[in-house]
């Protein structure tokens, strides 16, 4: 069974309202970490970039403003499936990202097909995982609490 999704998108760097690029973009899905993507911006002149998060954050941003912290995305008209802003941002530093929404939805339907949304609890070793990393956390902070009381 295959494991993950991947796929390269064109998108616009909106430097500012004068100026922009584009650049592409990689798109993966990993079935080992069903609820993430990765996006991975390949800016002219710096090592590339990659951004995780929420799989069901970018299908929502695709049809109505979405998102609250460091990732937002939203439809540029939200009467129309065209295209679509990512903001992302990292204390004071932002850089705003436009791409067409129909690659997107390409990529998020071969998601759909490698694991379905919903189904993510039930994808292949995700519980596995999940214990061993949380196994893991739990050992640590048992370990911290140990040496900060003794």
């Known amino acids: 069974m295959r494991e993950s999704v991947q796929a390269e998108v064109m998108m616009s760097f909106l430097v500012s309202e004068e100026l922009s690029f584009r650049i592409p973009v990689e798109l ?5 970490d069903p609820y993430a993507i ?6 002219p002149g ?13 299908l929502d941003g695709i049809n109505k403003p979405c998102g609250d912290g460091d990732v937002r995305i939203a439809p540029t008209d939200p009467e129309e ?9 990292v204390g004071g530093d932002r850089a705003l990202f436009r791409a067409s929404a129909a690659p997107l939805v390409a990529f998020l339907d071969r998601t759909d ?3 379905p949304l919903g189904q993510e609890r ?3 070793d995700f519980e596995d995982h999940l214990d061993e990393a949380l196994s ?5 902070s048992q370990q911290q609490n140990e040496q900060n009381a003794g």
């Open 28 to 32: 993966r899905y990993d079935a080992r």
């Open 122 to 124: 039930n994808s292949g």
């Open 81 to 89: 499936l065209s295209d679509v802003h990512i903001r992302l941002q």
């Open 46 to 58: 710096d090592a590339p970039v990659t951004w995780a998060f929420g799989r069901e954050l970018l």
């Open 136 to 140: 893991k956390i739990l050992t640590e």
């Open 38 to 43: 990765r996006l991975t911006f390949h800016l």
């Open 113 to 115: 097909r490698l694991v």
